[in-house]
């Protein structure tokens, strides 16, 4: 990484420092007043909102966590996005330790909080920020400390997020492939935006050090290895792997070979920028009678092979807020009026493919409003959902291999879910 960090600091809600630690000398305690002022100044400013200030020489990183703020100043040119995602790190740190990050979690731990900046810097650059492998050698409780602290081996090893010794009496993998679609869909039901987040969520509870070797219906591997695609390969945008996964070899010839940290962790995240059809498509029509009444009829289709079968389907549908009375009747489900979300919740627990389902609602409008008054602002129809063994972009394990010098036998369990992202319907 281009460029160190000068300090690490950590403040007050009003900007006073709580806990600082000075890596390379060259900056002083009095640089966090300076940030300070300078983000009270950028906090006046809308259209400035990023997590970098520069004043006189100094670049300041900075995130909020509840009432602190984590901030990193340097006097070089640094690489600001790797040091925003080490503050997160450190967050995360903090909270495996403390539970809760805060003003009185910090103030309770001093002695622990300088170990651990200690730990994950040295000199300016991020060291270890794996949780797991610092609770091993530095210890909130003083009856856990040991006469003879020794550093696990995966502080002086290049597998820093795994250590040795683990064992199971039943080794497995369980890989959960979860795509979240995010669609946007204006007033003349045209889609603005629409895209698939995906995550290659892995749990391992593997012995010893195993090695993990996993296969994609990737189109550039499978072109690269002469197989005929068929229009069941896929292309993947904006790939990011878990830092135990071996970018060289995945450059060279595709493969994603690691050595897998212990426990629960995300292998790998995607994104998938094609046009996506609605897999929920919701149409709705609002009739007011004589200003007092309101009344609407609602269409859900799904849009997905009748194979597939959504679950816990929950849309909801804005409406005023001076609503009452709801008088409201389903083809299925259930629905509920929920007057602190000015929203009617049609909750739909399964949904196969190519069906369509009604909702007809009436309201009572007891508010009386003038002819000129301005329209109150529309919320848009909000829908939630989960299709398991189910995803939009295509994507397949073709293999999951396990290999460990002890050669046990593992088993590898993989789910495919698809569930709504950020779904908007802006239609009424």
Same mark, same amino acid.
């Given at each position: 990484?281009?460029?160190?960090?000068?300090?690490?600091?950590?403040?007050?809600?009003? @900007?006073?420092?709580?806990?600082?630690?000075?890596?390379?000398?060259?900056?002083?305690?009095? &640089?966090?007043?300076?940030?300070? =002022?300078?983000?009270?100044?950028?906090?006046?400013?809308?259209?400035?909102?990023?997590?970098?200030?520069?004043?006189?020489?100094?670049?300041?990183?900075?995130?909020?966590?509840? !009432?602190?703020?984590?901030?990193?100043?340097? #006097?070089?040119?640094?690489?600001?996005?790797?040091?925003?995602?080490?503050?997160?790190?450190?967050?995360?740190?903090?909270?495996?330790?403390?539970?809760?990050?805060?003003?009185?979690?910090?103030?309770?731990?001093?002695?622990?909080?300088?170990?651990?900046?200690?730990?994950?810097?040295?000199?300016?650059?991020? &060291?270890?920020?794996?949780?797991?492998?610092?609770?091993?050698?530095?210890?909130? /409780?003083?009856?856990?400390?040991?006469?003879?602290?020794?550093?696990?081996?995966?502080?002086?090893?290049?597998?820093?997020?795994?250590?040795? @010794?683990?064992?199971?009496?039943?080794?497995?993998?369980?890989?959960?492939?979860?795509?979240?679609? !995010?669609?946007?869909? !204006?007033?003349?039901?045209?889609?603005?935006?629409?895209?698939?987040?995906?995550?290659?969520?892995?749990?391992?509870?593997?012995?010893?050090?195993?090695?993990?070797?996993? @296969?994609?219906?990737?189109?550039?591997?499978?072109?690269?290895?002469?197989?005929? +695609?068929?229009?069941?390969? $896929?292309?993947?945008?904006?790939?990011?792997?878990?830092?135990?996964?071996?970018?060289?070899?995945?450059?060279? /010839?595709?493969?994603?070979?690691?050595?897998?940290?212990? @426990?629960?962790?995300?292998?790998?995240?995607?994104?998938?920028? =094609?046009?996506?059809?609605?897999?929920?498509?919701?149409?709705? &029509?609002?009739?007011?009678?004589?200003?007092?009444?309101?009344?609407? +009829?609602?269409?859900?289709?799904?849009?997905?092979?009748?194979?597939?079968?959504?679950? !816990?389907?929950?849309?909801?549908?804005?409406?005023?807020?001076?609503?009452?009375?709801?008088?409201?009747?389903?083809?299925?489900?259930?629905?509920?009026?929920?007057?602190?979300?000015?929203?009617?919740?049609?909750?739909?627990?399964?949904?196969?493919?190519?069906?369509?389902?009604?909702?007809?609602?009436?309201?009572?409008?007891?508010?009386?409003?003038?002819?000129?008054?301005?329209?109150?602002?529309?919320?848009?129809? #909000?829908?939630?959902?989960?299709?398991?063994?189910?995803?939009?972009?295509?994507?397949?394990?073709?293999?999951?291999? $396990?290999?460990?010098?002890?050669?046990?036998?593992?088993?590898?369990?993989?789910?495919?879910?698809?569930?709504?992202?950020?779904?908007?319907?802006?239609?009424?």
């Amino acid at each position: 990484m281009a460029g160190a960090a000068s300090a690490l600091f950590l403040l007050d809600i009003k @900007g006073r420092v709580l806990i600082w630690r000075d890596y390379r000398g060259d900056v002083s305690a009095a &640089q966090a007043e300076r940030f300070f =002022t300078k983000f009270i100044e950028k906090e006046s400013d809308q259209q400035s909102q990023d997590p970098v200030v520069y004043d006189n020489g100094v670049s300041y990183m900075f995130i909020q966590h509840n !009432n602190i703020y984590l901030m990193i100043a340097s #006097r070089q040119n640094c690489n600001a996005a790797s040091l925003v995602l080490f503050l997160h790190r450190v967050v995360d740190v903090f909270k495996h330790y403390f539970e809760v990050l805060e003003e009185e979690s910090l103030r309770d731990n001093f002695v622990v909080v300088y170990e651990l900046l200690d730990e994950i810097m040295d000199f300016g650059f991020p &060291q270890f920020t794996e949780a797991k492998i610092l609770s091993e050698f530095i210890k909130t /409780d003083a009856y856990r400390m040991e006469a003879t602290q020794r550093p696990p081996m995966a502080v002086t090893n290049a597998v820093s997020w795994r250590s040795e @010794g683990i064992r199971y009496k039943k080794n497995e993998v369980f890989l959960d492939v979860v795509e979240s679609v !995010n669609i946007l869909v !204006n007033s003349n039901g045209q889609i603005i935006r629409s895209d698939v987040v995906g995550a290659l969520k892995m749990r391992t509870y593997l012995s010893g050090m195993p090695e993990c070797k996993l @296969g994609l219906n990737d189109r550039v591997l499978l072109e690269a290895q002469g197989r005929t +695609t068929k229009g069941k390969a $896929i292309d993947l945008d904006d790939i990011k792997f878990h830092q135990c996964v071996r970018l060289a070899r995945f450059e060279n /010839d595709r493969t994603i070979s690691f050595i897998p940290p212990d @426990g629960a962790f995300d292998l790998m995240t995607y994104r998938l920028s =094609t046009q996506v059809k609605p897999l929920i498509w919701v149409e709705a &029509q609002v009739e007011k009678h004589s200003r007092s009444r309101i009344e609407f +009829t609602v269409k859900a289709r799904s849009q997905y092979k009748e194979r597939s079968t959504a679950t !816990n389907v929950e849309i909801d549908l804005p409406v005023p807020a001076d609503a009452t009375n709801p008088n409201v009747r389903t083809s299925m489900g259930s629905a509920a009026y929920a007057p602190e979300r000015d929203a009617l919740v049609w909750k739909i627990k399964s949904f196969p493919g190519n069906k369509e389902y009604m909702l007809r609602a009436e309201f009572s409008l007891p508010s009386i409003v003038a002819e000129d008054a301005v329209p109150e602002r529309k919320a848009p129809i #909000r829908v939630k959902f989960e299709i398991p063994y189910f995803t939009v972009s295509g994507i397949q394990v073709r293999y999951l291999k $396990i290999i460990e010098k002890s050669g046990y036998q593992s088993l590898p369990w993989v789910r495919y879910i698809t569930m709504a992202g950020e779904y908007e319907l802006r239609l009424i």
